[in-house]
C-alpha cells in the first residue's frame, strides 16, 4: 500500500525549498553590474545574462511539484539548456572584461557546476521506475524467487544511486566553496538558503543509497541470499561444518544490513521510511533464519537430530514470516 508514494516528499527537488523565498521570483540577477567604468559593457551584459540563465535553471528545479509522482515527468533538458547558454556568456564575459572581474566569472562558472550535478541528482531520484525495481526486489525476497535476477537489478539500481550519491557530494562541496558575498551580488541569491535546500536533496538520495547498499548486500550471491542457499544445499547433503559457515556468513550479512536500515530509518523522508521498514523487517527474518539454520548444522554436526531438526523447523518459519513484511 505504500508503493510509489516515497517521492511524493523526499525532498528531491527540496533543493530550492529551503530558499524559496529568494528563488521563487528569480528571473534575473543583480542590479549591481560592477564598474562600467573599466568594464566592456557587452561583457558586463554578458555576465547579468549568465546570472539570470543559472537563477532560471535553478528555478525550473524548484517549480517541480511531487503531489502525484507516479504522473510527473522532469525534462532535465530545458534547466540544462539554460546553463549552456550560461555557459555561453560566461565566455563572452571573460573575453571581454578585465581581470578584475575574473573573481565573479570563476563564481558564476561553479554555480553553473553545482546546479549541472543536481540536476543530475534530481533525475535519479526522481526516476518512478526506482519504485518498480524495489516491487521486484521486496516480492523476490517475500516470495523467494528469483533471486538471481533481483540481485542484478538491485546491483544496477545500486551502481546509479551511487553515482548520483557521489555527484551530489561534488556539487555539495563545490556550493560550500563559494563566496557566499560575491553570489548573492551576481545573483541575488543567499548562500544559506541555497546550502539548505541542497541538504534536503542530499538527504533523500543518501536514503536511497542506503536502501539500496542494504538490499544488494541481503541479495549477494557470494555473502548474503547466496551464502545462505549453498548452506541449505550443504546442509541437505550432510556437510554440515561447511554449511554452519555458509550460515554464519549470512546471518552476519544480512544482520549488517538491518543495522544499516534501522540507523537510516531515522533521517530518511518520511516518504521512503516504509520502504526501510519493510526492508529492515525482511533482514531480521533472514538473520533469524541464518542463525537458526547455523544452529541446526552445529547440531547436527555433534549427532544432535532433534535439535537439529528443531533449530531447522525454526529457520524455515522465519522464512516464511517474509511474507509478513509488506502487509
Do not use: W
Amino acid at each position: 500500500m505504500h508503493r510509489r508514494q516515497y517521492l511524493t516528499r523526499t525532498g528531491a527537488v527540496a533543493l530550492f525549498a529551503g530558499g524559496a523565498g529568494c528563488l521563487g521570483g528569480l528571473t534575473g540577477s543583480s542590479d549591481d553590474t560592477g564598474n562600467t567604468d573599466v568594464a566592456s559593457r557587452a561583457g558586463v551584459r554578458a555576465l547579468d545574462r549568465a546570472a539570470g540563465k543559472l537563477n532560471k535553471a535553478a528555478k525550473s528545479l524548484n517549480e517541480l511539484s511531487l503531489e502525484t509522482p507516479e504522473t510527473v515527468t522532469f525534462d532535465p533538458s530545458e534547466p540544462r539548456a539554460k546553463i549552456s547558454d550560461a555557459r555561453d556568456h560566461l565566455e563572452t564575459a571573460e573575453s571581454e572584461l578585465g581581470d578584475d572581474r575574473q573573481a565573479d566569472i570563476e563564481t558564476l562558472r561553479s554555480y553553473a557546476d553545482a546546479l549541472e550535478g543536481l540536476i543530475a541528482v534530481t533525475v535519479t531520484v526522481t526516476d518512478d521506475t526506482i519504485t518498480n525495481d524495489i516491487d521486484t526486489v521486496t516480492t523476490a525476497i517475500e516470495e523467494q524467487g528469483d533471486l538471481e535476477a533481483a540481485s542484478e537489478t538491485v546491483d544496477a539500481r545500486h551502481t546509479d544511486i551511487s553515482s548520483a550519491y557521489e555527484r551530489f557530494k561534488q556539487a555539495e562541496t563545490t556550493i560550500q566553496n563559494l563566496d557566499g558575498d560575491r553570489l548573492t551580488d551576481l545573483t541575488g541569491i543567499d548562500l544559506a538558503d541555497l546550502k539548505e535546500g541542497v541538504s534536503a536533496l542530499g538527504t533523500a538520495v543518501g536514503s536511497l543509497e542506503t536502501l539500496a547498499a542494504a538490499y544488494d548486500s541481503t541479495l549477494d550471491t557470494e555473502s548474503g541470499y547466496g551464502a545462505l542457499e549453498r548452506g541449505r544445499t550443504k546442509f541437505e547433503n550432510g556437510e554440515y561444518a561447511a554449511a554452519q559457515s555458509e550460515f554464519a556468513t549470512a546471518e552476519s550479512t544480512f544482520a549488517d544490513a538491518r543495522q544499516s536500515l534501522e540507523t537510516g530509518t531515522g533521517s530518511a523522508p518520511e516518504g521512503l521510511v516504509q520502504y526501510f521498514e519493510t526492508a529492515s523487517c525482511q533482514t531480521m527474518h533472514l538473520t533469524t533464519a541464518a542463525g537458526a539454520f547455523a544452529e541446526a548444522a552445529e547440531a547436527a554436526a555433534d549427532g544432535n537430530a532433534v535439535t537439529a531438526r528443531n533449530r531447522k523447523n525454526d529457520g524455515e518459519d522465519a522464512l516464511e514470516d517474509l511474507s509478513s513484511c509488506t502487509n
